[in-house]
C-alpha cells in the first residue's frame, strides 16, 4: 500500500472484517469502553475522545520502529470513526439512539423473537415522541438489554442447526 487511496480503503476493510468478526453491521465498541473507563476513573472522555485517543496511539506507534502500513490504516479508520462520532454528538442526544435504532430495525428482518420486537418499539416510541434527554448510562442500559436479547437470539438459533 502506496497510495492514500489504497491506504484508506484498506481501513475501510479493517472495520468490515472487525464487523464480521464481532457478529455485528458494524464494530462501535468505543463509546462502551469510553463509559466504562469513565465509570473506573470519574472521568468524562467522550466517544469522540476515545476515538482521536486511538488515532494519537497509532501516530505515537508509527514514530517507533520500521515503517508498519497498520498504523496508518488503523489511523485513518479511527480518524473516520472519530468523525462519525462528532458528527452524532452534534446531532444531540437522540443521535446514538437513533443510530441504534436504525441498526436493530435492519436486524429485526432476520431476527424477530418477541422479547427483541418489544424491545425494539420500546426504543422507538422513545426515539420518535419528544422526552426529557435520556442520561447517557439510562440509554446505555437500554442499548446493553437489546443487544443482549439479539445475543440470545443468535445463539438459541444457531443451536437450533
Not at 31 to 58: I, P
Not at 73 to 93: K, M, R, T, V
Request: proline fraction near 4%; glycine fraction near 8%.
Amino acid at each position: 500500500m502506496t497510495t492514500a487511496p489504497e491506504i484508506l480503503q484498506a481501513g475501510i476493510d479493517a472495520m468490515a472484517d472487525r464487523a464480521a468478526t464481532r457478529d455485528t453491521d458494524a464494530e462501535r465498541s468505543m463509546a462502551r469502553a469510553v463509559a466504562t473507563y469513565n465509570a473506573l476513573t470519574g472521568s468524562h472522555l467522550t466517544e469522540v475522545d476515545g476515538w482521536q485517543f486511538m488515532v494519537c496511539l497509532k501516530m505515537a506507534r508509527s514514530r517507533g520502529g520500521g515503517h508498519n502500513p497498520d498504523d496508518y490504516i488503523d489511523g485513518a479508520a479511527y480518524a473516520a470513526l472519530a468523525g462519525e462520532a462528532a458528527h452524532s454528538a452534534s446531532l444531540g442526544p437522540y443521535a446514538v439512539l437513533a443510530r441504534e435504532y436504525e441498526r436493530r430495525e435492519q436486524a429485526r428482518d432476520t431476527v424477530v423473537p418477541a422479547e427483541v420486537n418489544r424491545r425494539l418499539n420500546a426504543l422507538e416510541a422513545v426515539a420518535h415522541k419528544p422526552v426529557p434527554v435520556i442520561e447517557a448510562n439510562e440509554l446505555e442500559a437500554r442499548l446493553n438489554s437489546i443487544e443482549a436479547a439479539i445475543g440470545a437470539a443468535r445463539r438459541g438459533r444457531a443451536g437450533e442447526s
